[in-house]
């Protein structure tokens, strides 16, 4: 029988409904401002039937502005821009599900199905960074949602970004685990034989069982693997994420995943630590309850050991990685791979100097 929604106070906070095949998570609790929440309840017509398919809507906002700003010493740039909200992947770790709440959404399924495209974003941006104001640096893209999921496909707008960066010589840093990314080597070729471009692909695990779990509409492993060939064969810098590493269920494939990376042709690494901030933490907990229910005490015990008995700790200098000896011993494990691989020598900065605003229509052309 089908299931109506009916409103309740904001007390049961969340919703779960049975397994949804190829998304993240099962459940659609009601986002952390609003006032009411809506639980499944039967409709009374005692008819055995399945309910319709849950597909991914998307709707259109006017970007106001382009790029975002941030000030925090844990990341190695100082703005990013963010053509969606949400993200059809369906990682269940990602720790930018708790975002859809300040569209009145929720961090879970919502975050996977109801995303939002941003159309004008690089018609913004172009006007942005042709500001007599605005002071050149790397800029990040993906640093959210993923610039290459499915919906890139038709949509365009990161490629078209990428487009209004090319043509100011600006340079940027693009993180995604998406295989759409192939399709704009047409800009990154030319962008990184100027030295103005770095693509980070990110690989939790090489088992495709796990990743289709927990990443249940990313590319597979060893897709991300022949992604990484693809762009260092066309001479696109590529950074190997082993991201997140998860305590007592990935880590022990780091040493692994980092030799896959530099044999695909990574030139360098990092690591993150899985981080739980608010819905996260209990969207994983109810994952490792279905899928890893001989595990879940383990991880959360060593996660909680690195967060001062916390699923999660939001200070700087704490939330990527924790403390603590376990977290001092990933770090070591990969400090000496990386040096073992060569994948530890500091990448070449992005170039800057080549920056410039180009011509635009009605522009007075200088006679020399």
């Known amino acids: 029988m089908f299931q109506v929604g009916t409103k309740i106070e904001q007390s049961a906070k969340m919703t779960v409904v049975p397994t949804i095949k190829a998304r993240g998570t099962n459940s659609n609790a009601t986002g952390r401002f609003e006032r009411f929440a809506t639980v499944a309840t039967d409709d009374g017509w005692e008819i055995d039937e399945s ?9 259109d906002e006017v970007a106001r502005s382009a790029i975002t700003y941030n000030r925090s010493p844990d990341l190695p740039f100082d703005r990013s821009i963010n053509p969606y909200r949400g993200c059809e992947h369906g990682c269940v770790y990602c720790f930018a599900r708790p975002s859809h709440a300040y569209l009145g959404l929720s961090a879970g399924l919502d975050f996977e199905t109801r995303l939002t495209a941003r159309p004008n974003m690089s018609c913004v941006l172009r006007n942005e960074l042709s500001s007599k104001s605005y002071k050149v640096a790397p800029l990040a893209i993906g640093t959210n949602t993923d610039p290459y999921q499915p919906i890139e496909k038709d949509r365009l707008i990161t490629r078209s970004c990428l487009k209004v960066l090319h043509e100011f010589n600006h340079p940027v840093a693009i993180v995604t685990k998406g295989a759409l990314i192939e399709r704009d080597l047409d800009i990154l070729t ?6 103005l471009v770095r693509v980070g692909i990110s690989l939790t695990t090489l088992d495709p069982a796990l990743s289709r779990r927990m990443e249940p509409r990313a590319p597979s492993p060893q897709r991300r693997l ?11 810098p590529v950074r190997m994420m082993t991201s997140p590493i998860v305590p007592g269920l990935t880590d ?8 896959a990376g530099q044999e695909a042709g990574a030139d360098a690494a990092s690591w993150i630590m899985l981080r739980l901030p608010r819905e996260v933490s209990q969207l994983w907990q109810d994952w490792l309850a279905e899928h890893q229910p001989a595990r879940a005490e383990k991880v959360m015990s060593k996660l909680r050991d690195m967060h001062g008995g916390r699923d999660y700790d939001p200070r700087w200098g704490h939330r990527m990685r924790g403390e603590g000896e376990y977290a001092g011993i990933i770090a070591q494990r990969f400090s000496k791979a990386c040096k073992r691989l060569g994948l530890s020598v500091k990448s070449a900065p992005l170039r800057c100097d080549l ?7 009605g522009d007075q052309m200088s006679l020399f």
């Open 252 to 259: 022990h494939e780091l040493e692994n995943l980092l030799e």
């Open 355 to 361: 920056f410039e605003i180009p011509p635009q229509p």
């Open 190 to 195: 030319e962008m990184a034989s100027r030295g």
């Open 226 to 236: 022949r992604m990484i060939r693809t762009l260092t064969e066309a001479g696109v």
């Open 51 to 59: 309910p319709p398919p849950l597909r991914t809507e998307t709707r």
